[in-house]
Nanobody, 119 residues
Framework: QVQLVESGGGLVQPGGSLRLSCAASGFTFRTYTMTWYRQPQGKERELVATITRNGDTTYADSAKGRFTISRDNANNAVYLQMNSLKPEDTGVYLC?????????????WGQGTQVTVSS
């Protein structure tokens, strides 16, 4: 049974930091590209950060220089360190796992963790 369980969200003041965690199970974690998405209330889901199975990372322009994605293949976990948080970073943060094999896509999602940046 595939599971992605996010944690670490909460209420933080502008300029503060949070570290999100995503614990994965039920699939071969090290072979998947992992992502963090953000979904503000009433808006579409947007990609925040990606880390490939080789450790290559990419970020949305809004996250560059402030957020860092990392993974721990030994413990089947992916993290998102978020610094200098802004009110516009508010939303539900979801962890995703993605792999395409022989043209078939496997995509798994967690339930998300709420991040609220407000004074």
């Amino acid at each position: 049974q595939v599971q992605l369980v996010e944690s670490g969200g909460g209420l933080v003041q502008p300029g503060g930091s949070l570290r999100l965690s995503c614990a994965a199970s039920g699939f071969t974690f090290r072979t998947y590209t992992m992502t963090w998405y953000r979904q503000p209330q009433g808006k579409e889901r947007e990609l925040v950060a990606t880390i490939t199975r080789n450790g290559d990372t990419t970020y949305a322009d809004s996250a560059k220089g402030r957020f860092t994605i990392s993974r721990d293949n030994a413990n089947n976990a992916v993290y998102l360190q978020m610094n200098s948080l802004k009110p516009e970073d508010t939303g539900v943060y979801l962890c995703g796992a993605h792999r395409t094999t022989w043209g078939l896509a496997n995509d798994y999602w967690g339930q998300g963790t709420q991040v609220t940046v407000s004074s």
